[in-house]
């Protein structure tokens, strides 16, 4: 860390669909690895199943709490049409981890427009490393389908600087007892995946 | 200290409990809410919503009058409401230490407009932080305490959405051990704002802001930081981080109070430079003050004026190294944001579109009533607009038109700021329906409680308005209560109601599927049994968000199918379809 190299995580998903927990997770576990780390978003009515993001960035020092446009490192994906949308913020030679999961938008869910085809293609023409992860699936494999965003926390930790052993002290440190079983399992089902 | 993750309404929270603040009061608005719902953890804290932003403050003054440090907060469009004590306030000055905190929202991100507080600061004659991180959020709130009480004045402190919710790494402090001492000490000269005691009080006030732009030029919270000296900037807030992003050898002055500014401090910054850039997001409110002393500068002639600035924004401003993205090659649906499956909202929309009504809308929830396929509001001007809106349209239409005008208010927002207006509209004989949507929680703003919802900000128990016998006691004869998931019902009623040559209120009462106490029990999920269905696509016009239509292949019919994860089971499409083809699941 000696030149001040900032890395940025943009996350796109769906309101509703817990990025928020998952940005909370993910700068935690960035603090206690001894980073600068912002990260931003917005609440209110954003948040009523539209088009949601977060931007999480770390390095030495950290300025701007947005990422600048286009300087997206590894964008963050919860669902298909959410991350194809912001796949312009991320650079050539970053990298996409997305889950494998489709929300129809109001105007497809209605008939009036087409849900984009071929996304996962469409992704890979554009940046060099992209990661499609069944979130679903493999939650389901580690025990219980709620722990999706672990496991896609788990695809992307390939991505990041901080090691094994600090990703799981954080998420031994946040999640409770009772589910650190659960989140760790997920947490090494997403892991394998890259 | 310890270290931690918090974002800016934690910080402020944080600042509140470490000042030895014990009242806080507030009415939740995007993006201050969050800094009321983080105080509670404070047991020392007396926190409470107000049910509108004048009267959260009215509380702070009154609690500072009692000698106790108090913290308001409010959304930028709150000072409006709170406009009115916050200016006679200036001039009376405080006892115990009073900070409001104010957060704007460039860009709009959940607000109906972007107007930006630091006028207030002017307009009020009342000094004005600005962090520029959470760890300024928690060292400028906690200090604007002291500097109240230094200088006899309330203090703003100003948020932005990018502040209130952003988070970065913050060092707590110790908090104060000893509580200011409270009790009844009577000075009518300073709090009894007659004309002569005001006439005392104002000179007080003009002589306090020059001693303030004084005292600044010396203070930590207006900084210089040095650079290679080519370029001198001048910037507060969250634009500091894009201007020291943009320009990482730039020479800048950032400024931790916004108002009033440190006048020599400036003038010798500015005396140092050929080009010197002020960079601040929304009014040339530094700017059009620094250019007032003689300074030349260039600020907003590059800067836009409207939406939030971010790096890219900042550097296409001054050209350096300007970005154009490459756009994916198709045109993306649009994912606005919808009501919740199950929100008892939907069916009232539809009922206002099938019966063409001219609906006069409100804050909340509910404004998304706008959005097709529901498109059912053609006004929506501030918290409890939608009402006199009604009685002002109502008095220049024909009969006929006259009765297609319906008012729709949610329940805190009617008791926001929506009781006068219907108290207007039947004092002056007006003929509107009002509709009140009363979901039992404040709901955009993340299901805060209020005074009809039964419930405290800490969660007791408390005296629920009786909405019903508020508007019978304002003069409404025609008062029906009805369930919004009964789709016939509904628009009948609302029907009636707006033939009838008189005020008449239809209160929809159904909670909120997400709210937090006496949580809603979903229904089994429904299903579409495609057989049945015949593609006429009547359940498709409530835009229920599990509701998805699938076109048919090679000709066939298409049909519309459900998506079991996300239906409570409400049955509104239900009774839309003609056609039987909805049935419950079996399990």
Known sequence: ??????????????????????????????????????????????????????????????????????????????????????????????????????????????GKAEYPQ?????????????????????????????????VLLGALSNTLEPSHEQWIAAIKSLVPERFQDLNLKAFELGRQVG | MQKTVLSGNEAFARAAYEAGVTVASAYPGTPSTE?????????RIDASWAPNEKVALEVGIGASIGGARTI???????????????????????????????????????????????????????????????????????????VSEQFDTPVLVRSTTRISHSKSIVELGEPLAELPETGLVRDPGKFVMLPSNARVRHPMVEKRLEEM???????????IEEGDGQLGIITS????????????????????????????????????????YVIEELDPFIEEQVKAMGILVTGKDKVPICGELTPGRVREAFSVNPQTLESVEETLPPRPPNMCPG????????????????????????????????????????????????????????????????????????????????????????TATVLILDNSTTGMTGRQDNPSTGYTLDGETAYQVDLEAICRALGVKHVVTIDPFQVDNTRAVIREAMERPEVSVVITRRPCVLIKHDVVKTSTPLYVDQDKCVACKACLTIGC???????????????????????????????????????????
Not at chain 2, 35 to 43: F, R
Not at chain 2, 572 to 586: E, N, P, T
Request: hydrophobic fraction near 40%; charged fraction near 20%; include cysteine.
């Open chain 2, 237 to 276: 807030g969250v634009a500091y981080q894009y201007a020291r992003e943009v320009f990482p050898t730039a020479d800048i002055l950032k400024l931790g109070l916004v108002y009033p500014l440190p006048k020599q401090m400036i003038r010798d910054f500015a005396s140092r430079y050929k080009t010197l």
């Open chain 2, 35 to 43: 800094i009321l719902e983080n105080i509670i953890q404070y047991d």
């Open chain 1, 118 to 150: 071929d996304i996962d293609r469409k992704l890979k023409q554009r940046v060099d490393k992209v990661r499609i992860v069944d979130g679903l699936g493999l939650a389901e494999q580690a025990g219980n389908s709620k722990a999706i965003n672990t």
């Open chain 1, 1 to 110: 860390m000696t030149d001040n190299k900032i890395t940025n995580i943009m996350m796109a998903g769906v309101g509703g669909q817990g990025t928020l927990l998952a940005s909370e997770i993910l700068s935690e576990v960035l603090m206690q690895a001894g980073y600068d780390v912002k990260k931003a978003e917005v609440h209110g009515m954003a948040q009523r199943g539209g088009s949601v993001v977060s931007h999480v960035r770390f390095g030495k020092k950290v300025y701007s709490p947005i990422i600048p446009e286009g300087e997206a490192d590894v964008l963050f994906g919860f669902e298909l049409l959410e991350t194809y949308r912001y796949l312009p913020q991320v650079k050539k030679t970053g990298a996409v981890v997305v889950n494998n999961l489709r929300i129809a938008p109001p105007s497809v869910a209605l």
């Open chain 2, 213 to 223: 732009s004084e005292w600044a030029c010396s203070q930590g919270f207006n900084r």
């Open chain 2, 545 to 587: 968000p599990a509701i998805e239509w699938v076109s048919g292949k090679d000709g066939e019919k298409g049909h519309c199918r459900i998506d079991r994860l996300i239906c409570n089971g409400c049955q509104v499409c239900m009774q839309l379809c003609k056609f039987d083809a909805f049935g419950v699941c079996d399990d």
């Open chain 2, 72 to 146: 308001v907060t409010m959304k930028h469009v709150g000072v409006n409401v709170a406009a009115d004590p916050l200016f006679t306030f200036s001039y009376t000055g405080v006892r115990g230490g009073l900070v409001l905190v104010v957060a704007d929202d460039p860009e709009m991100h959940s607000s109906q407009d972007e107007q930006d507080s630091r006028q207030y600061a002017r307009f009020a004659k009342v000094p004005m932080f600005e962090p520029a991180d959470s760890q300024e959020a928690l060292d400028f709130t906690r200090l604007a305490f002291d």
């Open chain 2, 343 to 430: 929100c008892p909202h939907r069916n009232v929309f539809h009922a206002l579109n099938r019966l063409k009504a001219y609906v006069t809308g409100d804050i909340g929830c509910y404004t998304l009533g706008f959005m097709p396929p529901l498109s059912a509001m053609d006004t929506c001007i501030c918290m409890g607009a939608s009402i006199g809106n009604a009685t002002g349209l109502s008095k220049v239409l024909n009969e006929e038109e006259r009765k297609k005008v319906v008012a729709v208010i949610g329940d805190s927002t009617f008791l926001h700021t929506g009781i006068n207006g219907l108290m207007d509209m039947v004092y002056n004989k007006s």
